[in-house]
């Protein structure tokens, strides 16, 4: 179990502030979403020459983005629990991101969109507080 209170996560500029997701299914609570990371973004940058790979790091701001966009929840994160990373996220796969949202908690499961394999699942804690510095520059990008 990977376990982190009051992380504080340095966010790549630009890193997928151009990323296009297309909405599979949304409840209330709920959303599945499609997309591919090209190999031209930031965060594959060194991560690493000749095996390129979406850093774990990469992978929650995804989630924590797309639960900011889709839940309202904001960026903050709180805690980090119960994440798995189990296979290397390659640029231009073909991505499904679920993710369900309760109380603070939002839990995910990111795979492939072609045969399924898991690339990493979890549970991250949104903080309840007001808006971070960070959280603000974000929301004007």
């Known amino acids: 179990?990977?376990?982190f209170k009051g992380a504080q996560v340095s966010l790549k500029q630009g890193g997928?502030?151009?990323?296009?997701?297309t909405v599979?299914?949304?409840t209330k609570n709920y959303v599945s979403l499609k997309f591919t990371i090209p190999d031209s973004n930031?965060?594959?940058?060194?991560?690493?020459?000749?095996?390129?790979?979406?850093p774990g790091v990469a992978q929650i701001e995804l989630v924590t983005?797309?639960?900011s966009r889709y839940f309202g929840t904001g960026v903050a994160?709180?805690?980090i629990r119960r994440v798995k990373f189990t296979n290397p996220v390659r640029p231009n796969t073909p991505l499904l991101l679920k993710m369900e949202k309760t109380d603070k908690t939002i839990v995910f499961n990111l795979s492939s969109?072609?045969?399924?394999t898991a690339?990493?699942?979890?549970?991250?804690?949104?903080?309840?507080?007001?808006?971070?510095?960070g959280e603000a520059s974000l929301e004007g990008k």
């Open 16 to 21: 997928f502030d151009d990323l296009e997701e």
């Open 42 to 54: 930031p965060y594959f940058d060194g991560h690493f020459p000749g095996f390129l790979i979406l």
């Open 1 to 3: 179990m990977l376990l």
């Open 24 to 26: 599979v299914e949304k």
């Open 65 to 67: 983005r797309f639960a």
């Open 119 to 133: 690339y990493s699942m979890g549970t991250i804690v949104q903080n309840p507080g007001p808006a971070s510095a």
């Open 113 to 116: 969109r072609k045969d399924g």
């Open 77 to 79: 994160l709180a805690e």
